[in-house]
């Protein structure tokens, strides 16, 4: 090819017309994008440190199928937790708490209902106030003191909210409630003589300094195993005549002429048992303040009772006019009602 053909092929493919180009497909308008609502943040209240001590704390003697009952209004504790801050009433203190429950009649919402109110006692102490429980009722022939284990109940440390990433072992716990292991789903396995016990319960303290007003009683409970029905009855041995006192249950038709000397035999027993028992605990009370250190003897006298009720909030019956300050028998009553 001679110089310069190639220049020459070019300059032609350029004087070309330039061929149309295909219309293309009409574009689609976008879609303007709206933006999205900023949604309102949520804010959560933060947990207190120990909103639910009152609720780890058993409430002893309450019946099983009313505990549920007890959670149905959300009550609040913020006293009892306040005790344990900086000037409260338990700083700095060792503490035993346990749980407890009175039905009281109170208003709420316009009407009157009975509810089972929680109550919080705590017992300011440097060792275990007792680890027995009591169990009695006026259906019991006699009262019982028996180990706290022996009902699956035990004082165990309670753990702050803001200390539970650490081992338990690792914490100088100062605070301990009164647990209970006994599952509810297991209830129906037991036998009805040992689920009522549970209902019967009540935390034991023993005040060796303190006359106990029981072992100075001299009245006896009397329960007459008698068809078609036993008879209730209490008899103090120190005001009573026995053979007025069975022939008044005779006219009362509590009681028939044929029964009258089986009664009084079994009268004359539980009167034998209540002495002996009363002498025993006079005896035991001294022996036990005799072999007592001075160190426990200054901690019983220095031991305080507090009972926290809930405090007043909207969405909770108003219980202001039912606070009261008796504990139960074993405790008596609590030094301060909070």
Not at 30 to 37: A, D, I, N, S
Not at 214 to 243: A, N, R
Request: hydrophobic share 35%.
């Amino acid at each position: 090819m001679r110089k310069g053909t190639k220049r020459k092929a070019a300059r032609k493919e350029e004087d070309k017309p330039a061929e149309p180009k295909p219309d293309k497909a009409p574009s689609r308008a976008k879609r303007t994008k709206l933006p999205k609502p900023e949604s309102e943040p949520e804010y959560f209240e933060d947990k207190r440190n120990m909103e639910d001590l009152w609720k780890a704390a058993f409430p002893v003697g309450t019946e099983w199928d009313q505990l549920d009952s007890v959670y149905q209004f959300n009550w609040n504790f913020s006293n009892l937790e306040d005790a344990f801050e900086e000037g409260g009433k338990l700083y700095g203190e060792k503490v035993y708490l346990f749980g407890c429950t009175e039905p009281q009649l109170v208003p709420f919402k316009g009407e009157n209902k009975v509810i089972c109110i929680p109550v919080v006692v705590a017992v300011a102490s440097p060792f275990p106030p007792s680890d027995k429980i009591g169990i009695n009722s006026v259906q019991r022939e006699a009262e019982e003191i028996i180990p706290m284990k022996q009902m699956k109940m035990d004082w165990v440390p309670y753990i702050p909210l803001e200390k539970r990433d650490r081992r338990v072992d690792k914490l100088k716990s100062q605070i301990f409630i009164l647990s209970c292991t006994q599952r509810r789903a297991a209830l129906k396995h037991l036998k009805i003589d040992r689920l009522k016990k549970y209902e019967y319960c009540l935390p034991y303290f023993y005040q060796p300094f303190k006359d106990d007003e029981f072992e100075q009683s001299t009245e006896v409970p009397i329960i007459f195993p008698v068809d078609p029905k036993p008879v209730f009855c209490e008899f103090d041995w120190e005001f009573d005549e026995l053979e007025e006192f069975t022939d008044k249950l005779i006219e009362e038709e509590e009681l028939s002429e044929s029964q009258k000397d089986a009664f009084k035999d079994f009268v004359r027993e539980k009167v034998r048992e209540a002495k002996k028992a009363n002498r025993e605990a006079r005896e035991a009370r001294k022996k036990a303040i005799e072999e007592m250190s001075n160190e426990t003897k200054e901690a019983f006298e220095k031991m305080k009772f507090y009972k926290f009720y809930p405090v007043q909030t909207p969405d909770s019956p108003d219980i202001s006019n039912v606070k009261a300050p008796f504990i139960n028998r074993y405790y008596g009553k609590a030094h301060e009602v909070l």
